[in-house]
């Protein structure tokens, strides 16, 4: 039997950006210890991308890297590149150079109901469902669509959707919803000890979880750039 070669595939990760307006160290350490405090485990060696689109003059990426590893952080790369001298620079210092998507312009277009009906049909993308537990370490992503786990979610293990989340028993981990910045997507869950639920980037960790809404059946939603906790009526 032939060994298996290696392979290049793509995947999905959790990513938190820094956007910088100046390049105040002192400030942007602040800034990092005020959000690793919230959620120490969900920050622990995790990724890091800086966003420099707002930047007028080139940073010491250097120093940045030595001030974000001092975090227990991991600098990866920059986005908001607007030059080459910016990209070069970060290139150097052995980063990566990333885009982010941006929105399109929506074009206005008659169709007839049988047009649109086809054409929603063909946007739709089929919810992801997962049978069973989510470990502790692993994570499921639901890309461009919604996810139902039937199942809990353990202790250190992570769920993430571009839309909603459905979890048919204990989210103990982490949920990410309207990961790609929807923010009419929610999480419901059966039983709420969650590590961290995010939705749209709009986080909250277990410490500061309402005291009302653990161990309920909960569902959460986003409204004004703030998370709604609600019960779910039987």
Do not use: W
Not at 68 to 93: F, P, R, S, Y
Request: proline letters at 3%; a negative charge.
């Amino acid at each position: 039997m032939a060994d298996r070669g290696n392979e290049l595939k793509g995947s999905s990760f959790t990513l938190s950006v820094l956007h910088l307006v100046d390049i105040d160290l002192g400030q942007i350490k602040e800034l990092l210890e005020s959000k690793i405090a919230q959620a120490p485990r969900f920050f622990n060696c995790a990724p890091l991308v800086v966003n420099v689109e707002q930047l007028e003059i080139v940073p010491d990426f250097e120093q940045l890297r030595v001030l974000i590893e001092g975090q227990d952080m991991v600098l990866v790369g920059i986005t908001g590149a607007k030059d080459n001298g910016m990209k070069d620079a970060a290139k150097a210092a052995g980063l990566a150079v990333m885009t982010s998507g941006r929105p399109v312009e929506p074009q206005v277009e008659v169709k007839t109901p049988i047009e649109e009906h086809r054409a929603d049909t063909q946007a739709l993308v089929p919810t992801r469902f997962h049978h069973g537990n989510v470990r502790s370490g692993q994570q499921i992503y639901a890309q461009g669509s919604a996810l139902v786990v039937l199942g809990s979610v353990s202790n250190g293990a992570e769920v993430i959707a571009d839309d909603s989340i459905h979890v048919y028993g204990v989210l103990r981990g982490r949920a990410l919803a309207g990961a790609r910045g929807n923010g009419q997507a929610r999480i419901i869950c059966q039983g709420l000890e969650a590590e961290l639920v995010s939705i749209a980037g709009t986080y909250q960790v277990r410490d500061v979880l309402p005291e009302s809404s653990l161990d309920q059946e909960t569902q959460i939603r986003l409204e004004q750039d703030k998370l709604i906790f609600e019960r779910l009526q039987s």
